[in-house]
T-cell receptor, first 115, second 115 residues
Framework: GAVVSQHPSRVICKSGTSVKIECRSLDFQATTMFWYRQFPKKSLMLMATSNEGSKATYEQGVEKDKFLINHASLTLSTLTVTSAHPEDSSFYIC???????????FGSGTRLTVV | AQTVTQSQPEMSVQEAETVTLSCTYDTSENNYYLFWYKQPPSRQMILVIRQEAYKQQNATENRFSVNFQKAAKSFSLKISDSQLGDTAMYFCAFMKLQGAQKLVFGQGTRLTINP
């Protein structure tokens, strides 16, 4: 079946630095990918929709300058958390729609800890 | 905007019992999809079952079935013969057909299957 690979699975960074999270569709082309944030014991909150070859669409309240999304190819979307702060610590999950299919395929998530 | 409500934050049953998780949603759309996703401790999101709103027949996947009541905007998940491996967070999700195919998640239900 369709697989979405997300890397890294865990990352610890210092306050003020930037960290990049990659999301790859391994055996299909994904024109659209989505980035979610999940707080402990909470639901998934959509941050942005990543469209190949165009600017991402951010949800209300999500800082586009802090959470930079790039979708430069049909198989890769990246989320860069810039100037990270401890409050950015969270679990980030990407997903993709398989064209012609119903539903999403999710990456395995990235646990970001900012110290 | 669409909203999804899961009114049961936690549930616990004995192994082999049947359990039903509730989900209601609010939308003005007529064509949409509904999903149940499972998130085990690994935090990988796994599709359990999906339902197209235009289909009157309730979806079934082995031990998992849904009770879809379109007029009542209700979409409950029944797990029969529950197993220890069913222990997880369960999220109900809505996706409309028109426009950006974003998933809107409910708050989640933490299900524990006891031996």
């Amino acid at each position: 079946g369709a697989v979405v690979s997300q890397h890294p699975s865990r990352v610890i960074c210092k306050s003020g630095t930037s960290v990049k999270i990659e999301c790859r569709s391994l055996d299909f082309q994904a024109t659209t990918m989505f980035w979610y944030r999940q707080f402990p014991k909470k639901s998934l909150m959509l941050m942005a929709t990543s469209n190949e070859g165009s600017k991402a669409t951010y949800e209300q309240g999500v800082e586009k300058d802090k959470f930079l999304i790039n979708h430069a190819s049909l198989t890769l979307s990246t989320l860069t958390v810039t100037s990270a702060h401890p409050e950015d610590s969270s679990f980030y999950i990407c997903s993709a729609i398989l064209e012609g299919e119903l539903g999403y395929t999710f990456g395995s998530g990235t646990r970001l800890t900012v110290v | 905007a669409q909203t999804v409500t899961q009114s049961q934050p936690e549930m616990s049953v004995q192994e082999a019992e049947t359990v039903t998780l509730s989900c209601t949603y609010d939308t003005s759309e007529n064509n949409y999809y509904l999903f149940w996703y499972k998130q085990p401790p690994s935090r990988q999101m796994i599709l359990v079952i999906r339902q197209e709103a235009y289909k009157q027949q309730n979806a079934t996947e082995n031990r998992f079935s849904v009770n879809f009541q379109k007029a009542a905007k209700s979409f409950s998940l029944k797990i029969s013969d529950s197993q220890l491996g069913d222990t997880a967070m369960y999220f109900c999700a809505f996706m409309k057909l028109q426009g950006a195919q974003k998933l809107v998640f409910g708050q989640g239900t933490r299900l524990t299957i006891n031996p």
